[in-house]
């Protein structure tokens, strides 16, 4: 099972993700709800360093992902879609991922 942890400040900021686990949907290769999720991770990091030229800390490879999130507008707006888009897979294939929001009091 694939666990999303979405770690949120008192204000609702998203301060950082962390990814760990595989689906385990269908056999290696052939695995769409892992796909999706490293498509939609991959995707967050090279769109925040792409679009907005920043360089995340984060640590990224197979079955593993964590990453810190700046508080910059644009940054949040992105990582509120990879949130959204980790939110719909969990919808369909909840069996297979988990997402947790974790905000500090």
């Not at 498509?39 to 990453?67: H, M, P, Q, W």
């Not at 508080?71 to 919808?91: H, N, P, R, Y």
């Amino acid at each position: 099972m694939i666990v999303a942890q979405i770690f949120e400040s008192k204000t609702g900021q998203i301060e950082r993700f962390y990814v760990t686990g595989h689906a385990g949907s269908d056999e290696y290769g052939r695995d769409l709800v892992c796909a999706a999720v490293s498509a939609l991770t991959i995707n967050f990091v090279n769109s925040v360093e792409e679009l907005c030229y920043l360089k995340l800390r984060s640590d990224v490879r197979e079955g593993y992902y964590d990453v810190e999130v700046p508080e910059s507008a644009d940054v949040q707006l992105l990582a509120k879609s990879l949130a959204s888009g980790l939110s719909g897979i969990a919808k369909e294939y909840g069996m297979y991922i988990q997402i947790k929001r974790i905000r500090k009091e």
